[in-house]
């Protein structure tokens, strides 16, 4: 089994960033957090960030054929991205959306998330161990389907 792990703007200043939200672990042991996760679920994974929201979009759209899911965190784009809403419905690879924070507990506009809108499940607040829970959720929804 196959994931692609996609993390979107900013998340690669983890540590730095507005750590009483994000944390003061960095991004370095995020990936590192994931890859171990993944080989605990003996689910081959390739971990993927990117600042720019075309960049995401090419990644998802190279992913057609390749990978069995996606895990993201579309970072701010998860609010404003159509564009990437469009790619992962367009791909209809299953896909797991994780945020850091409690989206829906921070400012409004931080409430909508146009990326849930393909996703099999939104998990929300649980730091790190979010991407944990979205491999297992993924792994077991891929294995259900067969
Ligand atoms: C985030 C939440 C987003 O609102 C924010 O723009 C991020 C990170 C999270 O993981 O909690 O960059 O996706």
């Known amino acids: 089994m196959k994931f692609l792990v996609i993390n979107g703007p900013n998340l690669n200043l983890l540590g730095l960033r507005e750590p009483d939200i994000y944390g003061n672990q960095s991004f370095e042991a995020l990936e590192r957090f994931i890859r171990e996760s993944c080989e605990k679920e003996e689910v081959d994974c390739t971990l993927f960030q990117h600042n720019h929201e ?3 979009v090419d990644e998802i759209q190279k992913a057609y054929g ?3 899911g996606i895990i993201i965190n579309p970072a ?3 609010h404003t991205s159509v564009a990437i809403l469009d790619a992962l419905k367009a791909v209809a690879i ?3 959306e994780v945020h850091l924070s409690d989206i829906s507990a921070r400012e409004p506009f931080r409430n909508h998330s146009y990326v849930s809108l393909a996703a099999i499940q939104t ?4 730091g790190f ?3 944990r829970e979205g491999i297992t959720v993924l792994k077991k929804y891929l294995l259900e389907r067969k």
């Open 94 to 96: 299953p896909t797991v």
């Open 76 to 78: 701010a784009y998860t």
């Open 66 to 68: 390749v990978y069995d």
């Open 123 to 126: 998990i929300k607040g649980k």
């Open 54 to 56: 075309g960049a995401i």
């Open 129 to 131: 161990e979010g991407y």
